[in-house]
């Protein structure tokens, strides 16, 4: 079975082919537009969909020698996500769908995360922890099964990887935020500032005040000073924001008893974390690069388990920017 998957939630243009199961391509545009801006423009992440979408599933296909007809269903995001960037994916699915006769499955964004660490780890089994961590969201979550959740803890103001992109902003080390602000920690000392560790109550996460200490910090430097510790600043303040994901890890894991935890999202990809995951005596699964970041295979992915579970959408499903677990 072959399963064409389609992501466009945010500012990467992502499609994928999965067959029986396995990923055979997995083809991610990163948008650039917004680099000069700091941070994703709607209107033009939208944009650069409608420009991209076509000529990629064109190419994937044409590379893999898969022609439309060996497709037997398409997989795409719905939610959450830019209502104007769900759109286009999701229209661009239905009309495939309807065209070729085949069922397409419209694919919570945020489930797929939590699977994405499964594409290449088959062994990995519910109930695990699921600690999901990307630019617009920072969830714990405990998964019983395949659409069984319940959220212990989720970010009370800033996702995790929204503050590395603003810490980024405002010391100026570009966008995309968590790759960058990881680049240059590489050589500061990370306890050079001792920025607060967030812990609300309980498993609830909040990454504000660590943004606004940062800034407070920074703009009581020189300017010479704002050069000069731009490694320190970066690295004291990924210390601090992986420190707080840790936290919560430990506090979850201690509180449900269970041992087995799925890491997924952008952030996922940050080696710190992994570090810190790996000194941890837990069996623990993140996904494999390529995968991290937002991409088409883990819609591919999660729509090939829905389908051979009996499920596939209406053509009356539509995008929800603001959808849930
Ligand atoms: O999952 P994702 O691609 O998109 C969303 O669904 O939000 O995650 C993007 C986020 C961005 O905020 C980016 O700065 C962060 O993941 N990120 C990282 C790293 N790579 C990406 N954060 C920390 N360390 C990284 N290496
Ligand atoms: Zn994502």
């Not at 062994?123 to 019983?144: A, C, D, M, W, Y």
């Not at 560790?197 to 909040?206: C, I, K, Q, T």
Request: include cysteine; charged fraction near 20%; proline fraction near 4%.
């Amino acid at each position: 079975m072959t399963i064409l998957g389609i992501e466009t939630s945010c500012d990467e243009t992502g499609v994928a082919l999965l067959k029986d199961g396995e990923v055979i391509a997995n083809n991610i545009y990163s948008q650039i537009v917004h680099t000069k801006f700091g941070g994703v423009v709607p209107e033009l992440a939208s944009r650069e969909h409608i420009k991209k979408l076509l000529p990629m599933v064109k190419k994937i296909l044409s590379e893999n020698q898969i022609s439309l007809e060996d497709i037997d269903g398409v997989a795409v995001t719905y939610g959450p996500g830019l209502i104007s960037c769900l759109l286009i994916g999701l229209n661009f699915a239905k009309g495939l769908s309807y065209s070729l006769d085949i069922p397409f499955i419209g694919v919570n964004h945020l489930e797929a995360h939590i699977y994405s660490p499964f594409i290449t780890n088959k062994e990995f089994k519910p109930p695990f922890l699921s600690l999901l961590v990307s630019g617009g969201h920072t969830q714990l979550i405990k998964v019983r099964g395949l659409g069984d959740y319940e959220i212990l803890g989720s970010t009370l103001d800033d996702a995790c990887g929204e503050a590395f992109d603003k810490v980024s902003k405002l010391i100026g080390t570009g966008y995309p935020g968590g790759l960058a602000i990881e680049f240059w920690a590489e050589e500061g000392d990370p306890f050079a500032f001792d920025f607060p560790v967030p812990d609300p109550r309980g498993l609830d996460f909040s990454y504000s005040g660590l943004k606004t200490s940062v800034l407070y910090t920074y703009q009581k430097l020189s300017q010479k000073e704002c050069v000069e510790r731009i490694k320190d600043i970066a690295a004291s303040f990924q210390r601090v924001a992986i420190q707080s994901l840790i936290l919560k890890l430990k506090r979850a894991i201690d509180k449900t008893g269970i041992k087995t935890v799925s890491v997924s999202g952008g952030v996922s990809a940050n080696k710190l974390l992994r570090m810190q995951l790996s000194e941890l005596s837990i069996d623990w699964a993140v996904p494999e690069p390529g995968f991290t970041m937002d991409n088409g295979a883990m819609i591919a992915f999660l729509g090939y388990k829905l389908l051979c579970n009996g499920y596939s959408s209406n053509f009356n499903l539509h995008a929800n920017s603001n959808l849930t677990l």
